[in-house]
């Protein structure tokens, strides 16, 4: 039953679709565990993400999928009786050992499952990053915001009305501003939590193309309760279930290849529980 | 097919009931609402009758004279105005950086417990009770003596938690997603203080000062012992002067001047009123302003 995650690297078939021979390490995570006072969230994690890979997260609700993505950006700081052991490297430092917490959060984008428009305007909403990082120039905004909300496949629906309070656009734009906006912090690693929750299925397969764009420059932590989008959109996938990390490998191997625990492929085929 | 139709949107006994219900509860709560703005409309009009005939010009610009049966409330009411402004000045940035600190940044612990409960405690208080503790800390142990400084102080304790409280719930209503958001971008707690968690709080905020404006303006005990007085002819010209002030011209006039003409403590109930309705009508229509701008 004890399922022992160990760093594996996917010989050859990662590497082909990155074009790189030697993958070069954007996270690596030894040994995480994560506990909400007796709570075990998370226990016993070691992994290593790629960099420009999409990295997928599979795994039922409670698996300790949220947790993880917490633990990455040091947002248990700012999360009353989480407690994370473990390392957690990013590009190399040691981001338990860091004092900086800001300087890490600023390099990661993360979107959440239900779209989060702050208050304020579509343009402020993109420019905010850009602001806090102390960019106070019009001209450079405007370039700013224009190009994350491009890329962001939204410009075109809201380029009239960058005046529109963000927190009243559709489901499906307030999503796509949020990627925007964490695009706008030109992020090293973009963590997505379960984007499509409250996004209908044509904005979902929109934020999916972007997403394949953006593997060119950026990594991706792809969190989500869609296998198939797993299957679509991941590299390698891991399988979180019950605070543990079961299973991890090239994504296609849990569907159709060898995979070291049953319940993965129980999970991946739908036949859980 | 058509009788299936008419069966189903006919009222069944349970329908029939829960409309009646509701009616009677829509009734209920109109009742109360009506209880409750009849004391004001009461209050208002009683003023207005019988007070209206003494208001002029020259009632508020002259100090009252003949042992206070005629003449004006100038002294009163500039000593009010005196009184609400510095009271303000001292208890608003005081109360609303508390209310960020006990909302924003302290932890659910003891300590946070306690202060919150302290705080509830304060505004349970009598009223009497802080004019004997600003006698005793600020007239005599600090030594401001009876002055505007010293009244004013006493105030600025009593009404704080009305500013805390105010804050604190209003800026808990703003989402912690929004919150998290930011922090999530790297921002610190003061940088999403200040551009995602104030901006939309800021109405709230201004009711709470628009409620403590009221009650400063009219509270009497707190100040009767600590810098307002019976009756002095002479503007204060500054926070270490006396004062007189409309609330305790408005008990004297009506129980401690024997022969004064029926109609003056309506009078200056009725400036008393005014006062605190012009100090307020400038925050509601900033409020208002506000509230049109953005909401989520």
């Known amino acids: ?273 | 097919m058509t009788t299936a139709n008419t069966a189903m949107f006919q009222a069944s006994r349970l329908n029939q009931r829960n409309e009646k219900v509701q009616v009677l509860y829509r009734i209920l709560f109109g009742i109360m609402t009506l209880m409750l703005i009849t004391p004001v409309l009461l209050i208002l009009g009683t003023l207005v009758v019988k007070g209206g005939g003494v208001i002029s010009w020259e009632f508020l610009f002259t100090p009252p004279t003949d042992g206070m049966r005629t003449g004006g409330v100038l002294p009163a009411l500039i000593g009010t105005i005196w009184l609400v402004m510095t009271a303000l000045l001292l208890s608003v940035p005081i109360g609303i950086f508390a209310a960020i600190y006990l909302s924003e940044y302290a932890g659910d612990n003891w300590f946070t417990r306690t202060i919150n409960l302290a705080i509830i405690n304060l505004a349970g208080v009598p009223s009497i009770v802080h004019a004997l503790f600003g006698l005793g800390a600020f007239v005599l142990f600090f030594g401001f003596g009876t002055s505007i400084l010293a009244a004013s102080l006493t105030l600025a304790v009593m009404t704080m938690p009305v500013v805390i409280v105010a804050t604190r719930e209003s800026l808990q209503a703003v989402p912690q997603a929004f919150r998290e958001a930011c922090w999530n971008m790297g921002a610190t707690r003061w940088q999403t203080i200040r551009r995602v968690v104030l901006p939309n709080s800021v109405t709230g905020i201004l009711t709470g000062v628009i409620l403590e404006v009221s009650r400063t303006a009219g509270e009497t005990a707190p100040i009767m012992f600590t810098g307002a007085v019976f009756f002095t002819p002479f503007l204060p010209q500054s926070v270490f002067d006396q004062t007189m002030a409309l609330s305790l011209h408005l008990f004297v006039a009506a129980t401690q001047v024997p022969g004064i003409a029926e109609d003056v403590p309506y009078g200056i109930a009725l400036v008393l009123i005014g006062l605190v309705l012009t100090m307020n009508s400038a925050s509601i229509a900033f409020r208002m302003w506000l509230r049109g701008k953005k909401k989520w």
Request: charge should be neutral.
């Open chain 1, 1 to 273: 039953m004890v399922s022992q995650s160990t760093i594996e690297r996917p010989a050859g078939v990662a590497d082909a679709k990155t074009g790189r021979t030697e993958p070069r390490i954007k996270l690596a995570v030894k040994d995480l565990s994560i506990r909400y006072g007796k709570v075990v969230a998370l226990h016993g994690v070691n992994l290593e993400i790629h960099e420009h890979e999409i990295f997928g997260i599979i795994g039922p609700a409670n698996a300790g999928k949220t947790s993880f993505l917490k633990a990455i950006n040091r947002m248990d700081v700012f999360t009353p009786g989480m407690r994370v052991s473990g390392d957690i490297d990013f590009n190399g430092r040691d981001t338990r050992r860091l004092n900086n917490v800001y300087a890490l959060r600023s390099r990661i984008g993360v979107v959440f499952p239900l779209p989060v428009g702050l208050p304020m305007t579509v343009y402020d909403n993109v420019a905010l990053s850009p602001r806090l990082r102390g960019i106070k120039s019009k001209a450079e905004l405007d370039v700013i915001v224009q190009r994350c909300l491009t890329r962001a496949a939204l410009w075109d629906e809201v380029k009239d009305r960058l005046n529109a309070l963000g927190s009243l656009l559709s489901g499906g734009q307030q999503q796509r501003l949020t990627i925007a906006r964490a695009l706008s912090q030109e992020p090293d690693l973009l963590m997505l939590d379960e984007f499509s929750i409250a996004v209908d299925p044509v904005t979902t397969m929109r934020i999916e193309d972007v997403l394949k764009e953006l593997r060119q420059e950026v990594t991706i932590i792809l969190v989500t309760n869609l296998v198939q989008q797993a299957r679509r959109l991941a590299d390698r996938t891991a399988f979180f279930l019950d605070s543990e990390c079961v299973e991890i490998g090239v994504t296609e191997d849990l569907f159709t290849g060898e995979v070291k625990d049953q319940r993965t492929r129980d999970y991946v085929e739908g036949r859980f529980g």
